[in-house]
Every structure is written in C-alpha cells, then in structure tokens.
C-alpha cells in the first residue's frame, strides 16, 4: 500500500507526500490547465486507438470516452476543482476521471507516458495559435489594404534617419507593412507545416511494446504523421521555439509601426488623428489624446522577446530526451501569444479607424527639399551631367535656398542659373511632389501606378 500522502499516480515506490516547497515547485497546474481542452483530445484520440488495436476493450473505451468528456465539461463550466497535489493537467484529468468512472481509468496510460503526452498537447495548443495567428495577420493585412488603396497617391514625406528624404505615397506606406506582415504569414505558415507531426505514443522515450497504431492517433488529432524518433518526439520543442521567433519577429513589425503612429499622431505631427475608440485621455491634461494603444503594442514586443529567449535559455544544453526544464516552456508561450494576438488586434482596430491628414501630409511632403534627388536627376537627364556633378550642383542650390529662407521650389529661374546656367524653366515640373511620386514608375516604385499594382496583387493572392 501506499502512503496516504504520497502521489496516487506515481506513489508506489514512495513512502511520504512531498515537502509543501517541493509541490510548489512541482506543480504546473496553476498555468498548464490552459490545456486541459487539448490534454483530454489527445487522451479521447489515445483510447479510441487503444480500442481499435485491441489492446483495451471496447467497454473501456467506451466508459473513458464518455468520462473525458464529463470532465471536458466541468473545466469548460468552471466547476473542477484542480489540485496542487495533482501537480499537472494530465493528472488532474486522470484522477477525475477515475473518480467518475472508476477502474478502465487507470487503463488509459496503457503505451503512453506524461512526455509524449504533454509534447502532444502543447503542440496541439501551439498549433490553434499558429491558426489564430495567422487569422490576425491575414485581418491586419486587409486593413492596411483598405488604407493603401484609399490614399494610393495621397503624398507624405518619406524618411531616411527620420529626417525628410523624398516624397512617397501614403499608399506605398501602407504596402510596406503588408509586406512585412505577409512575410510574417508565411513564416506562420511555414512553421506550423513543419511542427504538425505527432509525438503521441513516444511513451516515455523509447516507444511501447503495446502494438499501438501511431498513424490512427496522429490522424485523429489533425496531424499530418507521427513523429519518427521517440527521443526527439519527447524532447523537441522547437515548434514552440519557432512559434516564439515568429512572433518576436512580427511582434518587431508591430512596434515599428506603434512607433511610427505615435510620432504620426503627435501635434507636431498631425500625419493622422487616431479614434476615439483607439485612444485615451489624460485625468489632468484635458486637452490630451493619447496614442496608448500603440505605445502598449511597441512595449509588448519586450515580453515576446524576453520569452523566445528564455526558452532557448531553457532548452540550451538540455540532454535527450525529457528533463522537467522543460516545463518551463508552457507560461513563456502562452504570454507571448496572449500578447501577440492582442497587440496584432489593437493594430488591426487602430489602422481601420485612423484618418490620414491629407493636408497635413502633403505639406510635410514639400519640406525639406525633399524633391532634392528630383532635381538632381533632372540635371542628368536633360543636361546630360553626371550624377556626381549634378548632385554638386542641387546641394548648392540647397544651400542657397536655405540662405533665403525657402524651398527649392521657390527659388527663381535666374537665382538658378546664377548656380548653373543651362537651367531651364521645365526644372521646376519636377520640384512639384506630385510629379516626383509619379515619376517613380520604377517596379516597386512609390508611384500611384505601382502602389496600384501591388495592391491588386496581394488582393488577388489573398483572395
Ligand atoms: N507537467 C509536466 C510538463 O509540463 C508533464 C510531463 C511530466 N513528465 C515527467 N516525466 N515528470 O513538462
């Protein structure tokens, strides 16, 4: 007989409980009951093929299944009480379920271990995350689409070190981030085709001489085959490693463009104004509209970070197969993808909501002799000067606009040819920012043409 106090599940050779220390450290319960839904999959997927080979009756099969599921139903109805002493999901699961339906309980562990179970589920938990993901990028695109298209040749500054370089388009703007955020996609994409192979009947690390059917089971649970080295099966988490580097990546995207919102809807500013939805207020400043909704996104990438290095740090220098480190893998993930799919929401909400200042932008477009390089190619084109020359004669002419206190455009014909004498007037149809962003044809360019293209191309692809 066992100690009252020791663990029913693995107590036989124990002849006392745990010290109170030693169960807190222990338990996983109080995070790992997040995935009570996909610990109680598996196990439904695990008795059917216990069932289908013979190796449990049908009986048995039958009284577990209806079993999980009661139990399904107390967690999801908030009335299971989960025990400490329990120390995690599986066996919290399996103990209830041996309250309910008494001995084919203790039968379900047949030819499975805790390491190739909680591999499984967690797998299955990242997997839902990778689809969840993917849903909010796909959203995030769309609603940068929405604003591309409506300001495809709407002009706005474009920026180089933050300082004004050369028009550009609000709708080129806007397509910069679809293509980041479909590179996300794709590694989404990628990485959940990579991960989705199954650990389950691993066991504890060898495999079983049970005459499991692993291909039955890696079915049932929407994987596409089993997973081929038991030892790797149970010590892999690369699929929450690659899980936590996409998201640091997007995540990277995100507060790049937190960041840019924030400047863009400062007073000095004014590229956009947020809504009221998206924004909050000050409790002393009344006149205060405040861009937290980005600030929290730009901040949020510093956890999603943090947790893809802390799980490498956990699993660095880690000997085959299972160690109880890698329990440590599950709170990383799950704050991570909490913060991912919250921040990839709010951004989504933000961009649909936010209205670009036409005016503002296209005012900030003709500052800072940002039609520059227009002017410069101008030189090389009809004069037939070499670009270095040509960049020699505009940053003269910088210069001397500066000196008076205005922009190229302003300057007259003769101050011109004082600087260079075959300057003519056609110069000053390109210093305009509407010429200068129609004029970049170039594939790719920022002209409203191209931005068009692009536009069209990605709707058609995500259609
Ligand atoms: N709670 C454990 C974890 O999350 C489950 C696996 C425990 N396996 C074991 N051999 N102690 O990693």
Same mark, same amino acid.
Request: proline share 3%.
């Given at each position: @007989?066992?100690?009252?106090?020791?663990?029913?599940?693995?107590? !036989?050779?124990?002849?006392?409980?745990?010290?109170?220390?030693?169960?807190?450290?222990?338990?996983?319960?109080?995070?790992?009951?997040?995935?009570?839904?996909?610990?109680?999959?598996?196990?439904?997927?695990?008795?059917?093929?216990?069932?289908?080979? !013979?190796?449990?009756?049908?009986?048995?099969?039958?009284?577990?299944?209806? !079993?999980?599921?009661?139990?399904?139903?107390? +967690?999801?109805?908030?009335?299971?009480?989960?025990?400490?002493?329990?120390?995690?999901?599986?066996?919290?699961?399996?103990?209830?379920?041996?309250?309910?339906?008494?001995?084919?309980?203790?039968?379900?562990?047949?030819?499975?271990?805790?390491?190739?179970?909680?591999?499984?589920?967690?797998?299955?938990?990242?997997?839902?995350?990778?689809?969840?993901?993917?849903?909010?990028?796909?959203?995030?695109?769309?609603?940068?689409?929405?604003?591309?298209?409506?300001?495809?040749?709407?002009?706005?500054?474009?920026?180089?070190?933050?300082?004004?370089?050369?028009?550009?388009?609000?709708?080129?703007?806007?397509?910069?981030?679809?293509?980041?955020?479909?590179?996300?996609?794709?590694?989404?994409?990628?990485?959940?085709?990579?991960?989705?192979?199954?650990?389950?009947?691993?066991?504890?690390?060898?495999?079983?001489?049970?005459? +499991?059917?692993?291909? @039955?089971?890696?079915?049932?649970?929407?994987?596409?085959?089993?997973?081929?080295?038991?030892?790797?099966?149970?010590?892999?988490?690369?699929?929450?490693?690659?899980?936590?580097?996409?998201?640091?990546?997007?995540? @990277?995207?995100?507060?790049?463009?937190?960041?840019?919102?924030?400047?863009?809807?400062?007073?000095?500013?004014?590229?956009?104004?947020?809504? &009221?939805?998206?924004?909050?207020?000050?409790?002393?400043?009344?006149?205060?509209?405040?861009?937290?909704?980005?600030?929290?996104?730009?901040?949020?990438?510093?956890?999603?970070?943090?947790?893809?290095?802390?799980?490498?740090?956990?699993?660095?220098?880690?000997?085959?197969?299972?160690?109880?480190?890698?329990?440590?893998?599950?709170?990383?993930?799950?704050?991570?993808?909490?913060?991912?799919?919250?921040?990839?929401?709010?951004?989504?909400?933000?961009?649909? &909501?936010?209205?670009?200042?036409?005016?503002?932008?296209?005012?900030?477009?003709?500052? !800072?002799?940002?039609?520059?390089?227009?002017?410069?190619?101008?030189?090389?084109?009809?004069?037939?000067?070499?670009?270095?020359?040509?960049?020699?004669?505009?940053?003269?002419?910088?210069?001397?606009?500066?000196?008076?206190?205005?922009?190229?455009?302003?300057?007259?014909?003769?101050?011109?040819?004082?600087?260079?004498?075959?300057?003519?007037?056609?110069?000053?149809?390109?210093?305009?920012?509407?010429?200068?962003?129609?004029?970049?044809?170039?594939?790719?360019?920022?002209?409203?043409?191209?931005?068009?293209?692009?536009?069209?191309?990605?709707?058609?692809?995500?259609?």
């Amino acid at each position: @007989m066992t100690d009252k106090t020791s663990n029913t599940m693995w107590g !036989g050779r124990f002849a006392a409980g745990p010290d109170a220390i030693m169960e807190a450290i222990n338990a996983s319960i109080g995070f790992d009951q997040r995935l009570a839904a996909q610990d109680i999959a598996g196990s439904r997927a695990h008795a059917a093929m216990l069932g289908a080979t !013979g190796i449990l009756t049908d009986t048995d099969v039958e009284a577990i299944r209806e !079993g999980l599921l009661t139990v399904l139903s107390e +967690i999801e109805g908030g009335h299971f009480a989960f025990s400490t002493a329990l120390e995690d999901i599986h066996m919290n699961v399996e103990s209830r379920l041996k309250e309910i339906i008494g001995e084919p309980a203790g039968r379900l562990h047949t030819g499975r271990s805790r390491n190739d179970q909680v591999a499984t589920d967690f797998k299955l938990w990242v997997r839902d995350q990778f689809d969840a993901a993917e849903t909010g990028l796909l959203a995030l695109i769309h609603a940068l689409l929405g604003q591309a298209e409506a300001g495809a040749d709407w002009v706005m500054p474009g920026f180089t070190h933050l300082q004004v370089a050369q028009p550009v388009t609000w709708g080129h703007h806007m397509m910069a981030y679809v293509e980041m955020f479909g590179r996300d996609l794709s590694r989404v994409r990628d990485a959940r085709a990579r991960m989705n192979t199954s650990p389950l009947g691993a066991a504890a690390l060898a495999g079983t001489s049970f005459p +499991i059917d692993r291909h @039955m089971t890696a079915k049932a649970l929407g994987f596409d085959t089993p997973a081929a080295n038991s030892l790797d099966a149970v010590s892999d988490r690369d699929f929450a490693l690659d899980f936590l580097s996409v998201a640091s990546i997007s995540a @990277m995207h995100l507060s790049r463009f937190a960041e840019e919102l924030v400047i863009w809807s400062s007073a000095q500013f004014r590229f956009v104004t947020l809504s &009221d939805r998206f924004s909050t207020g000050s409790s002393i400043m009344p006149q205060k509209k405040n861009p937290d909704a980005a600030e929290l996104i730009r901040a949020k990438v510093g956890r999603i970070f943090g947790a893809n290095v802390s799980l490498m740090m956990v699993m660095k220098g880690l000997p085959l197969t299972y160690s109880k480190d890698m329990q440590e893998d599950k709170e990383q993930v799950f704050d991570a993808a909490d913060s991912w799919m919250l921040a990839m929401a709010a951004m989504e909400g933000m961009v649909k &909501d936010m209205t670009a200042n036409r005016e503002s932008l296209a005012a900030a477009a003709a500052t !800072g002799f940002s039609t520059a390089t227009d002017l410069a190619d101008w030189l090389v084109r009809v004069l037939g000067m070499p670009f270095r020359d040509a960049h020699h004669v505009t940053g003269t002419l910088v210069a001397l606009a500066e000196s008076k206190g205005c922009d190229l455009p302003d300057l007259s014909l003769e101050d011109m040819q004082n600087v260079h004498a075959k300057i003519t007037g056609d110069v000053f149809d390109v210093l305009g920012v509407q010429n200068s962003v129609r004029s970049r044809m170039s594939y790719g360019g920022t002209a409203p043409e191209q931005v068009r293209t692009q536009i069209k191309l990605w709707k058609d692809a995500l259609s």
